[in-house]
């Protein structure tokens, strides 16, 4: 191996494997079209590789929905209540769940907005090779062999892949995922031995949990495992590939004395791994797969100093291989499809097709001596000096007393006890994306626009009325994504046309690239906002996104502190919270799904983000009054580690994912003492089922055993935009019926 990647795109340079999957969903193609458009997209993958001169081209990174999910599939590791479904409707339903069978949990993988479905195990869970000999790994190998192209199929690897498992419900509290790992490497195992007799020459097992801190027992699990790996006699050679950060020294040196033939490690988010490979006294007759070429962010590789760290490394391994710091599948497939960029932007950037030409040309630089071009010599991000001003000498973290916003908030508001709301977003139409298609394309004027998308304000507004909701939205029908939305104006960001990035199954994100200097010329939602107002006597949220989502759901620059340019969003927002006020609206929303997302995977990184986070989230929302209910959302991640940020944030109510995992983070917050007003997702709007009332009432029920009813709030635990009508509204219906119920319950 000389030059190789991770990963690549599996989405497909046109959005084909949305709209795929989408079709099998609504039932206009059978399984057989959805299977046909997976093929073409990997044999167009596998063979724009090979064309692009790299030396090593992985295979099974495909993947109709999830490569955890697909994991969980190829080892059996299917709970008993999908099994009397098969094939891709078993598959899709652990995903997305049937009517009468809710989905797996699905959480962020690892620090990215790339959610994984959670594979749940138990004791009497028993691994075995689903499909034998027709195993999705050998399947796609032989497939590229047919073409002509040797791969190297990608695994999740075994102890990654039980780390991040979950107990099924009902497993004996001392049961962890864990203690099935002798069963699961007796899979593995087996797989490699079909492998190698398939012909494979190496295959990639990704260990990416080996850059959190990890246990002793971890770590002797890790050798346990892949000692037994090492002494097959008939297998591929093995490369363990670890990103998103630095290896431990004790995983590593496990590794470097175990049979593996290469190791992977990210030198981009990791960029210490160079210390920790130099302690362990570097990888005597392995190869070493470095991480050079960013597979996270677009910014273009300054490829002389990433040759220079290659060289650098030439003394501690027996070989090198150029690679990426990660999957591409993170970042969007083709700059060249993006016409309408800036060029003191473009010129920035490199997208996975791109990024595959510099690993090229850095490998062939190693072998050949090549000079390369001085990469950093790209335009400088803009700066706004007004902002950097206001922001030196603006302090503004704290807001009034906790007990005296919530009496101001009760007097102003008249809300029940178990008022009942929805997260933001409700169903986008095909005619609402057309009118904003319509307007970018010049086929509509800006006159008809307003109007379309006021008819679908006030036709959200009368939904909510019938239906009973307390706080209302306006349903956002204007905004394309809740961070492109705001990107698009605000200054120091840009938008793409098609880089379209996987955030989970079918649901695409598109996200903008932050450059320069933040700063907000006009306000962004009042308009909107106070329009839906009018029409309803009942308080309507302001609807923003926060400053850590805006970052984590971007691709931000890397010339400056993030802690910086968070700051300069929460002052973008601080003065739109100002308009809103102005403007008569009551209650604002500001959105953090992604605080959980960037925190850090070490444990001595983490106080330092959160300060900087929960920093950013109180300079944006201290200035409201104690009048003005300020609401926040988070949604699939695991929480636990950041229960202390979430009362940091001082929201007046905070909305959370917890449909999926039965109320958990409920518990966790109460005992963290958290005791401002909270909103767990009664139902998962991931999945099309319609919850029953009763499963409902179940879930609020299990609540109000944390909390008490007057600071408990009643939501789904997402957005709506990606449901139909017909279910979003029938989901609502008993949503308001349960929370009526148990109200009446309460009161009597």
């Known amino acids: 191996m000389n ?34 458009t997976g093929a073409e997209l990997r044999a167009d993958v596998w063979t724009s590789l090979r064309d692009a001169g790299l030396d090593a081209i992985p295979s099974n990174t495909f993947s109709f929905y999830d490569h955890m999910l697909d994991t969980s599939v190829l080892v059996d590791a299917v709970p008993e209540r999908y099994r009397k479904l098969s094939g891709l409707d078993r598959y899709f339903a652990m995903a997305r769940g049937v009517q009468d069978v809710p989905p797996l949990e699905m959480t962020k993988w690892f620090d990215t907005n790339y959610h994984y479905i959670v594979p749940e195990v138990g004791p009497g869970t028993r691994f075995r ?23 190297r199929p990608v695994l999740v690897g075994p102890l990654t892949y039980l780390l991040l498992a979950k107990a099924e419900e009902g497993a004996p509290k001392e049961f962890r995922p864990l203690d099935l790992l002798d069963g699961l490497v007796d899979v593995y195992s087996e797989l490699l031995e079909r492998l190698a007799g398939a012909g494979a020459k190496w295959v990639q097992l990704d260990e990416p949990a080996l850059v959190a801190d990890r246990k002793e027992e971890e770590i002797a699990a890790l050798k346990r495992a892949y000692a037994r790996l090492g002494r097959l006699t008939s297998r591929p050679r093995l490369m363990v590939a670890t990103y998103f950060g630095t290896i431990g020294a004790d995983a590593l040196r496990v590794l470097a004395a175990s049979r ?42 300054d ?112 809300l029940p006890v178990l008022a009942t709301t929805t997260i933001g977003s409700f169903p986008q139409t095909s005619e609402i994306r057309r009118a904003r298609a319509d307007r970018r394309a010049g086929r509509i004027s800006e006159d008809v626009y307003i ?19 307390d706080v209302l939205v ?31 199954g079918s649901r695409y994100v598109r996200p903008p690239i932050l450059h320069g200097d933040v700063a907000r010329p006009r306000p962004m939602t009042v308009e909107w906002t106070t329009y839906a107002q009018s029409l309803t006597s009942k308080p309507v949220k302001g609807m923003l996104t926060g400053p850590v989502t805006m970052l984590a759901w971007s691709f931000v620059r890397d010339d400056q502190p993030l802690a910086d340019t968070a700051r300069q969003v929460a002052l973008a927002l601080r003065d739109e919270i100002a308009d809103l006020e102005a403007a008569g609206i009551r209650v604002v929303q500001v959105d953090e799904p992604a605080l959980r997302e960037l925190l850090p995977l070490r444990d001595a990184d983490r106080p330092a983000y959160l300060d900087w986070a929960v920093g950013a989230f109180r300079l944006a929302t201290s200035g409201a009054a104690d009048t003005t209910q300020i609401h926040t959302h988070m949604c699939y991640s695991e929480f636990g580690e950041i229960i202390g940020a979430i009362g940091a944030l001082d929201a007046d109510v905070t909305s959370v994912e917890a449909a999926r995992s039965r109320m958990e983070l409920v518990g966790d917050l109460r005992a963290a003492g958290y005791a401002n007003g909270i909103g767990p997702g009664v139902y998962d709007i991931h999945s099309p089922r319609v919850p029953a009332t009763e499963e409902i009432e179940e879930n609020l029920r299990r609540a109000l055993l944390a909390v008490e009813p007057g600071r408990l709030w009643v939501n789904p635990d997402c957005g ?25 319950e309460l009161t009597g």
Not at 3 to 20: D, H, Q, S, V
Not at 276 to 286: C, D, F, N, Q
Request: a negative charge.
């Open 474 to 504: 306006h349903g956002e029908p204007e905004r394309n994504d809740m961070v492109q939305y705001f990107a698009e104006q605000l200054d120091g960001y840009a938008a793409t046309q098609h880089g379209w990035v996987q955030s989970y």
């Open 451 to 469: 109007r379309v998308m006021k008819e679908e304000i006030a036709r959200v507004i009368a939904l909510q009325e019938d239906l009973g909701l």
């Open 260 to 301: 593996v033939e290469a190791v992977g490690l990210d030198f981009v988010a990791g960029p210490s791994n160079v210390d920790v490979l130099a302690s362990v006294g570097g990888l005597p007759r392995k190869t070493l797969v470095a991480g050079v070429v960013d597979g996270r962010n677009v910014w273009r590789t």
């Open 3 to 36: 030059t190789t990647i991770l990963g690549y795109p599996r989405i497909g340079a046109r959005r084909e494997l949305k709209f795929a999957t989408e079709d099998y969903w609504a039932g206009r193609a059978d399984a057989d079209a959805l299977h046909r």
């Open 129 to 151: 090779l689903a499909d034998g000999a027709a195993a999705k790994p050998l399947a796609e190998f032989r497939e590229a062999r047919a073409l002509g192209i040797e791969t």
């Open 720 to 744: 709506l935009k990606t449901r139909a009508y017909p279910e979003t509204e029938a989901s609502l219906r008993n949503l308001v019926a349960a929370a009526r119920r148990v109200r009446a």
């Open 303 to 414: 490829r002389r100093r990433a040759k220079a760290t290659c060289a650098s490394l030439l003394g501690l391994v027996d070989q090198l291989v150029v690679s990426t710091s990660c999957s591409l599948m993170h970042v969007p497939i083709d700059l060249d499809a993006e016409t309408a960029l800036e060029p003191g932007v473009k010129e920035r950037l490199a997208f996975a097709r791109q990024k595959v030409g510099e690993v090229v040309a850095l490998g062939r630089a190693l072998r050949e001596d090549v000079p390369l071009p001085d990469d950093a010599t790209a335009p400088p991000a803009t700066v706004n000096r007004e902002v950097r001003e206001r922001l030196e000498t603006l302090d503004g973290s704290q807001r009034g007393d906790r007990g005296a916003r919530f009496e101001a908030q009760q007097e102003a508001l008249g």
